[in-house]
């Protein structure tokens, strides 16, 4: 058969072939309003995401701004509320200024692809997230991919390069285990090499920090001219949207740069009114960021994970796709579902259950979790 009688996407089932065989085929199930099961698999770290003050947060910015923000920023998406809360967000942080996008992921698009580009050079650490992988593909800058939190090979790569300009990548929790950016390390070579720090806070805002202020607040990094941070407003903050925040001119540069804010749709009102009402309530009950941790704690002793969780995350690791697929499964048929992270997500050899804290689990959810994973777990053993 010549290649004209040939579907142009017959390559799809002898992929979905391959996949299922390696117990790598992903499917959509639909959640109901008010879900049956105990939820340990959603990023909604403060339980912020149905909070009544979040809620009348967006509906109020829904009833006076409209369902959404119309144009681009540049254009008609750009309101008073999108400012009031940039200010409120970087005073917080403690940052000079923010810029809201329409999510954390365009959010890292647009920091890192405008503050890098041809002739400079990016250092990435392996497992960042996905964002910032396809940001440093886009950036068209050369990328050196560092071993995990390797900082001997950060400042090897920083020494060895030619470009003028260096920005080094690095999320501040890692979303799959958990586990801390060494940033007060990695300062240090960026700034003995002149280089720029990005750090994604995705993870971080909320947990980790006075109040939930984030990693870089807590390690006395906030503010720092050689620093930028991007996050995500659709975890701890329960709602939806991105940030970069930073020096003023860093702003400036994105307003004029940045083609995710430039092409894109401004972020909806009503997300940005939500988020702002989770940040208040933060700020009223900063006990929240604690509770996380300590729940934390509690759910991975339960699961016999050795090490203390340094962030909401806690990660459960079973070894192959389909052994972490059916305890996963078998979580959800008693009545809690939690994720699963399989490859390309993990390395080969790690699928794992991805257990995620809330700080208003209830000590009758913590005992629900306790005897669930006691069977599950033993089971698999």
């Not at 979303?175 to 950016?181: E, H, I, P, T």
């Not at 740069?257 to 700020?283: E, K, M, Q």
């Not at 509690?298 to 699961?303: G, K, P, T």
């Not at 969780?309 to 052994?323: F, H, K, T, Y």
């Amino acid at each position: 058969m010549t290649r004209a009688g040939l579907s142009p996407l017959a390559w799809l089932a002898e992929v979905e072939q391959q996949r299922r065989a390696a117990g790598l085929r992903r499917s959509l199930r639909a959640r109901p309003p008010v879900g049956a099961e105990l939820d340990l698999a959603s990023n909604d770290y403060l339980g912020l995401s149905t909070h009544p003050k979040v809620i009348d947060g967006g509906v109020e910015a829904l009833r006076t701004w409209g369902a959404g923000s119309t144009g681009s920023r540049l254009v008609t998406g750009n309101t008073e509320l999108h400012e009031g809360f940039e200010r409120a967000l970087a005073d917080f942080v403690g940052a000079e200024s923010a810029l809201v996008f329409s999510s954390g992921y365009t959010a890292n698009l647009g920091a890192v692809v405008s503050l890098s580009g041809a002739g400079s050079l990016l250092v990435s650490d392996a497992l960042t997230h996905a964002s910032l992988v396809d940001a440093c593909r886009l950036s068209r800058a050369r990328v050196v991919v560092t071993p995990h939190r390797d900082i001997a090979a950060v400042d090897a790569a920083l020494a060895a390069r030619d470009e003028d300009r260096a920005i080094v990548v690095t999320d501040s929790v890692f979303s799959a285990d958990g586990v801390l950016a060494p940033l007060r390390d990695l300062h240090e070579v960026c700034r003995s090499h002149g280089a720029l720090l990005i750090v994604d806070e995705a993870h971080g805002l909320g947990v980790r920090g006075r109040g939930g202020r984030g990693l870089l607040h807590e390690v006395g990094l906030a503010g720092a001219s050689d620093v930028v941070m991007t996050t995500t407003l659709s975890k701890a903050l329960g709602s939806q949207g991105g940030v970069v925040l930073g020096s003023a001119a860093v702003r400036d540069h994105l307003i004029d740069s940045a083609r995710p804010f430039i092409f894109d749709t401004g972020l909806a009102p009503a997300a940005v009114g939500a988020a702002w009402a989770a940040l208040d309530v933060l700020i009223a009950e900063p006990w929240r960021a604690q509770s996380v941790l300590r729940h934390a704690g509690a759910l991975a002793s339960m699961c016999g994970v050795a090490e203390r969780p340094d962030s909401a995350v806690v990660s459960v690791i079973l070894g192959e796709p389909e052994v972490a697929l059916a305890a996963a499964v078998a979580c959800l048929e008693r009545g809690l579902r939690v994720g699963c992270f399989r490859p390309p997500t993990v390395p080969a050899g790690t699928s794992r259950l991805r257990l995620t804290a809330r700080a208003s689990l209830t000590d009758d959810e913590l005992r629900l979790a306790e005897e669930v994973f006691a069977d599950v777990l033993s089971a698999g053993a």
